[in-house]
């Protein structure tokens, strides 16, 4: 039987009017923090700069990894810390459920989808393992991805292949990473399915080159291939977006994939532990949940988010994230970022001792930069600029580079002074 979300609450004995699995006092009233200054707009980037509590003896350009929480976020998450160790049972009981509500509210907002399609996670791999183990699948069926995409993925497909017998196909997504186009990725990816193929995995910016795949552009040919297929054998288009998100200032809707997972607590500066799953309302059935819910919200993206008791102080102040970036402007960030990463590209391609791997094109790459310094190791390179106060990382994939990604706190002039310090070590 294929599940479907009717047929999923049928049997787990909730009905179709079954509501959260806890139940809740009504909410008393809390410290109007939960808007805190919505409205702001900011002036330039050194307001936001300011709203970041970043040792300023650095130049920080590894923010890919890890979000340093900006000012909003710092201060809803010790509200909610201190009105948790204060009274656990009534700041819980009188509040969770509005806070749950509130950030699908503004993740909504921000992505330009339906709050009750998106479901809360502690992370990328949470998201990604819940959608690939959740996914109905015939043992005759098959999962393309990608020699590029991450591991939390590869890995996750194995463990499903492995439990339902289903195989998984891997292939090169281009030849080199020097020549790359985006015709060249929508072709070979669409060449790679059969008529067995169920799903399909990308990495809408890879943290192994900085390349950006055409999301879009493949989801548009799903469609048309997806028309010939029956409901069952129709193709699903999972993506990894935590490196687009928070940099590319495109809607979910306007990606196209049925489903979108990424962790809030690298480019958008929400919580460390923080994440979603997006399911597109057309496909999402095909996904259900894995983790019992305990008061996800409503919706197919309610049911998805895991339960269990959190570091709840951390989840709910993921909205002041999202509110964040709308305070900046999504637009304005992905000019900013773009802008930055244009700089350091550009840079890095004129000096003789370096070699860029990051396409410049804008349409081919986000903020992730990734390079070699001849005759020194990626982690030399980090090295050195670490001696110099500039927090780089290296790539930890099998061929590993050197890798700087610009952030919104970021300058123009602090891009001068890395490419000045990279000069120099010829
Ligand atoms: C493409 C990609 N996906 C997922 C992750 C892991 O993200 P999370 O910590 O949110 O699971 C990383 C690395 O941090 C990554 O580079």
Not at 49 to 70: C, E, Q, T, V, W
Not at 138 to 159: A, F, I, V, W
Not at 164 to 181: H, M, R
Not at 273 to 283: C, D, H, L, Q, R
């Amino acid at each position: 039987m294929a599940w479907t979300r009717r047929n999923f609450l049928l049997a787990a004995g909730l009905g179709t009017a079954a509501g959260p699995l806890v139940s809740f006092q009504s909410a008393t009233s809390r410290p109007a923090a939960d808007n805190r200054s919505k409205q702001q707009k900011f002036n330039n980037w050194r307001e936001v700069r300011a709203h970041f509590n970043l040792d300023p003896k650095y130049i920080h350009m590894a923010g890919l990894l890890l979000a340093s929480h900006p000012a909003p976020v710092q201060a809803a998450i010790d509200e909610h810390r201190n009105g948790l160790d204060q009274n656990p049972t009534h700041y819980l009981y009188d509040h969770r459920q509005d806070l749950v509500a509130e950030i699908r509210r503004n993740a909504a907002e921000y992505l330009g989808v339906q709050s009750n399609d998106i479901a809360l996670t502690d992370s990328t791999t949470m998201g990604t393992a819940l959608v690939i183990n959740g996914l109905s699948i015939r043992p005759d069926q098959e999962m393309l991805t990608t020699t590029y995409d991450y591991y939390s993925t590869h890995t996750s497909l194995k463990y499903k292949a492995s439990r339902t017998g289903s195989k998984i196909k891997e292939i090169p997504l281009y030849q080199d990473i020097q020549t790359v186009t985006e015709d060249e990725m929508v072709e070979t990816l669409i060449n790679g399915i059969g008529p067995k193929t169920r799903l399909v995995t990308a990495t809408w910016v890879h943290s192994s080159t900085g390349l950006k795949v055409p999301i879009a552009k493949i989801a548009d040919q799903l469609q048309q291939l997806n028309q010939n297929r029956s409901e069952e054998d129709r193709v699903l288009f999972l993506v990894d977006g935590v490196h687009g998100l928070g940099v590319e200032d495109d809607s979910l809707t306007s990606l196209g994939c049925d489903f979108f997972v990424a962790g809030t607590h690298k480019w958008m500066f929400a919580p460390r532990g923080s994440g979603f799953i997006w399911g597109k309302p057309e496909t999402q059935d095909d996904v259900t949940p894995t983790i019992p819910t305990f008061t996800g919200g409503a919706g197919w993206g309610g049911w998805m988010t895991p339960g269990g008791f959190k570091s709840f102080e951390h989840q709910w102040a993921m909205a002041q994230a999202f509110a964040f970036h709308q305070q900046i402007g999504k637009k304005r960030v992905t000019k900013r970022l773009h802008s930055l990463s244009r700089q350091l590209k550009q840079g890095l391609s004129s000096m003789q001792h370096v070699k860029l791997y990051t396409p410049l094109d804008d349409e081919l790459s986000a903020a992730i930069v990734c390079f070699d310094v001849e005759g020194l190791t990626p982690k030399a390179i980090v090295a050195k600029l670490r001696a110099s106060n500039i927090i780089a990382s290296t790539t930890p994939y099998e061929t590993s580079y050197a890798r700087l990604t610009p952030g919104v706190y970021n300058t123009p002039y602090e891009i001068d002074r890395v490419l000045k310090h990279l000069h120099d070590l010829a």
